[in-house]
């Protein structure tokens, strides 16, 4: 398990550790090709040395499993009954040890990350170091986009997009679905003019049989096409790759890095999304990032509408420099009534945010809203063992 110096590094000596599944207030149900996302919760696990040091990481699914099989209350589980405790049951001295011992577990990636990120943030709080410093990262600003999803009109998404674009944002990204798709492109392209950075995603919505249909947006000098096809379906992507002018870009598919190599040497996308939770974590993320910035991929972080507790350790990432287009970023002002975290981050006039110098996590989390919010939780013991477990029937979710 060990590795070169880690002799000299004491163990992140975990006292007590939490599980707790919250409600977050989305302003308004979020649309995709897979339908609406109007109720969303996370599951945050926070780490408590001997000290006192926390250590806060979220695990983002989706509430239901029309994204990918990951669901909110299966993760719960998952990072309850077998990732935490299997952690916990390790020496683990550095963050990316919690994603080796939790290395026998089969999918279940945002379980994981959740998990790898809390260990990540604790053992940044004890160092005194950001978590921008820890991975290397290099930028103090970075670019970002919006994701708007499907609307009851075009207007709306038109507006949506000009709005953003007035605010600063540095591009576009618009849901599309069949039936909702050359047409609300062709409107937000006569909208917003020839130099504005637009991309679409599909989230798997169509089939191969839909090519034609899709070459049609070749016509308006999209960024990419974000995963036109099924989540599992590798090898209908390249034939479409082939078809298109568009580059493709993964999201769905890609849940390792061993996917993205996959992908890459196939030549099913020319573009990379990477978000941490959907590959496993922070270790597999960076592993992703140097292969696409040693092949030229351009590559960019997309976002699981988490609360800032999950955005963090995201916009940390982007300050690597194979992050070369702007990330599905919105802060919790855009999503959300409030966030977990006070001060939280926005968009500045030139589309960026500021990627925190502080130590740990990196913004300071606002217990009180977490604990109010809390719908399902469990505590363990340092020795991986649940102490106790229970759900609150009065703050209402799943
Ligand atoms: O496909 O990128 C996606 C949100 C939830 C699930 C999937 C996706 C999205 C988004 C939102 O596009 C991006 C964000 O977090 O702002
Ligand atoms: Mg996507």
Not at 51 to 64: I, M, Q, R, S, T
Not at 82 to 101: E, N
Not at 167 to 187: F, H, M, S
Request: hydrophobic share 40%; charged share 25%.
């Amino acid at each position: 398990m060990g590795e070169a110096g880690d002799g000299d590094l004491p163990p992140i000596g975990v006292a007590r550790a939490e599980v707790l599944q919250v409600g977050l207030p989305l302003l308004e149900p979020f649309v995709t090709s897979f339908g609406p996302t109007s109720s969303r919760h996370v599951v945050l696990i926070r780490l408590e040395d001997e000290a006192g040091h926390v250590g806060w990481g979220e695990a983002a699914p989706l509430d239901h499993p029309f994204y990918l099989p990951d669901f909110v209350g299966g993760t719960f589980e998952l990072v309850t009954r077998w990732a935490l405790p299997m952690c916990l049951t390790a020496d683990v001295r550095r963050p990316r040890q919690a994603a080796t011992a939790m290395a026998p577990i089969r999918g279940n990636t945002f379980g994981r990350a959740g998990v790898e990120a809390a260990f990540w943030a604790l053992h940044a709080e004890r160092a005194g170091c950001s978590l921008r410093d820890l991975i290397g990262g290099e930028a103090s600003r970075i670019p970002v986009g919006e994701s708007i999803g499907i609307k009851p009109t075009i207007e709306e998404v038109v507006e949506e997009a000009g709005l953003r674009l007035r605010e600063g944002y540095r591009r576009i990204k618009l849901k599309i679905a069949p039936g909702w798709d050359v047409e609300v492109v062709r409107e937000t392209r006569r909208a917003v003019g020839p130099d504005v950075m637009l991309q679409v995603d599909a989230n798997g919505g169509y089939v191969l049989s839909d090519a034609d249909h899709l070459s049609e947006l070749d016509a308006f000098d999209l960024a990419c096409i974000e995963q036109p096809l099924a989540f599992d379906d590798l090898l209908g992507h390249v034939e479409l790759q082939r078809m298109l002018s568009t580059p493709v870009c993964l999201d769905e598919s890609l849940r390792s890095p061993g996917h993205v190599r996959a992908a890459l040497d196939l030549g099913a996308c020319r573009n990379v999304n990477l978000k941490p939770g959907r590959v496993g974590g922070i270790t597999a993320a960076l592993e992703i990032e140097r292969e696409c910035r040693d092949r030229g991929i351009p590559l960019w972080c997309g976002g699981m509408l988490e609360s800032g507790i999950g955005r963090a350790p995201n916009i940390a990432l982007c300050s690597l420099p194979g992050f070369t287009q702007p990330a599905d970023m919105s802060p919790a002002s855009v999503l959300y009534e409030d966030d977990l975290i006070d001060p939280t981050f926005e968009v500045g006039s030139d589309g960026c945010i500021d990627v925190p110098t502080r130590p740990g996590l990196g913004y300071p989390v606002v217990e009180a809203r977490v604990r109010s919010r809390v719908v399902r939780w469990a505590e363990l013991g340092g020795d991986g063992n649940v102490r106790a477990r229970g759900e609150e029937k009065e703050n209402g979710g799943p």
